[in-house]
């Protein structure tokens, strides 16, 4: 029997799975403290980025829109000079107001990548409007023959700036199957949402100095400064649907459809020889049947991406390159034999960094078996 003859063909709601050997060329197993735990790494929120203001998103993140604030501007009030009792009262300009216009920038709903039977983690950047101010103003008062006017004034109002933080949840994954029949259990990735965030609107009010005449019948005119105002500005909130990975069975060398996911299983030992990402000859028939599975089963426009993986040997800078040049090699496959448009393939590569099992024994010793299961090469699609 050749050994393409070998290739067994899985379907699962995870996704689609093509396992591969690891690192290997004279690497050591690390002593991994936590090699038993298959965990993601957490996703830790961050706050607005200064960098470039994004007009489109990655790994289909949404786009926040950006928020600008008008400017405000109030004209300055003249009060020309009068002569009253042979007094001269001087002109006075009470300054306007102008407040800039400020742009709160687009941002981006961060979606992180994320292999088959894996939900990605989501963060949603935090927000900040910033604080304004109205200055004060005074009309000045007027002692002169006959006349005593008080000067009027209106303090500074101000709004402090207000903020929301950043919000994120981490990459949850299913198990995998070790047996025929096993229940894979569903994963839920919570909901998530940044509230909404408002600034109030700001008001200066209105000053009036009033008209006052002396006994000789002359005259100071009433000044009237107009009322500032600054409308309310507000951020409405954003928010990631709740996602699921529906539980499954693990079925035997047949196909299995998932409810929206659709997965293809190799045997290691026919992609690669150890150590390399050059697929061999005889993998060929087992490829094919994965690319007529994947030109019937899933829709022309979907996309398909191929995630590479290897266990803890060796160091993780050479793991992930080798598994980055895995997923690779089968897009290439898959585009140039397989029939499939380049432009719906993706190639990542993960490393060692998403271990479907521990590396190692509970007692700290090398697990082979754990090591198989880790080197692979995941391949995910949804069916019609």
């Given amino acids: 029997m050749k050994r393409a003859s070998r290739i067994l063909v899985t379907a699962v709601a995870a996704g689609l799975l093509i396992s591969a050997c690891g690192l290997g060329d004279g690497g050591r197993p690390k002593d991994e403290a936590g090699g038993a735990s298959t965990g993601p790494a ?9 960098g470039p203001e994004p007009t489109s998103c990655p790994n289909g993140g949404r786009l926040i829109e950006a928020v600008d604030i008008p400017a405000v501007h109030a004209d300055p009030v003249h009060i020309p000079a009068a002569t009253i009792g042979g007094q001269k009262i001087p002109a006075v300009t009470i300054p306007g107001v102008d407040i800039p216009a400020e742009h709160i920038p687009a941002q981006c709903v961060e979606h992180s990548p994320a292999p088959g039977g894996c939900l990605g983690g989501v963060s949603i950047p935090g927000v900040t409007i910033p604080g304004v101010a109205i200055p004060a103003v005074r009309i000045p008062g007027v002692k002169a023959p006959g006349i005593d006017i008080k000067p009027v004034e209106r303090t500074a109002v101000s709004r402090s700036a207000v903020s929301r933080s950043a919000v994120a949840r981490n990459e949850v994954c299913q198990t995998e199957p070790t047996r025929e029949g096993e229940i894979v259990g569903a994963v839920v990735r919570g909901a998530l949402v940044r509230g909404a965030l408002v600034r109030g ?39 990631v649907e709740a996602a699921v990975l529906k539980s499954y069975v693990a079925g035997p060398g047949q196909v299995l459809k998932g409810d929206d996911k659709i997965a293809y299983n190799i045997e290691a030992d026919v992609l690669f020889d150890f150590g390399r990402a050059d697929i061999k000859p005889d ?14 089963e899933v829709p022309s426009g979907a996309p398909i991406q191929v ?54 024994k509970p007692d700290g010793s090398d697990d082979p078996g754990g090591r198989a299961k880790n080197r692979r090469v995941i391949i995910s699609a949804t069916h019609s």
Avoid: F, M
Avoid at 42 to 50: A, G, I, K
Avoid at 216 to 232: G, K, L
Avoid at 326 to 342: H, K, P, S
């Fill in 42 to 50: 957490p996703v830790s929120p961050s706050p607005s980025s200064p």
């Fill in 201 to 239: 609107a700001l008001v200066r009010g209105a000053v009036v100095r009033g008209s006052a005449c002396n006994d000789e019948h002359e005259c100071v005119p009433a000044v009237s400064v107009p009322a500032v105002s600054i409308p309310a500005v507000s951020i409405p909130a954003v928010s």
């Fill in 283 to 296: 993998a060929a028939d087992g490829l094919a049947e994965v690319a007529r599975s994947i030109r019937k």
């Fill in 307 to 360: 995630d590479g993986h290897t266990d803890s040997k060796g160091d993780p800078a050479s793991n992930k390159t080798l598994s980055e040049r895995r997923a690779q090699a089968i897009v290439d496959w898959l585009a140039t034999e397989g029939g499939i448009d380049r432009s719906r393939l993706k190639a990542t590569g993960y490393g060692e960094t998403k271990p479907a099992a521990p590396n190692t």
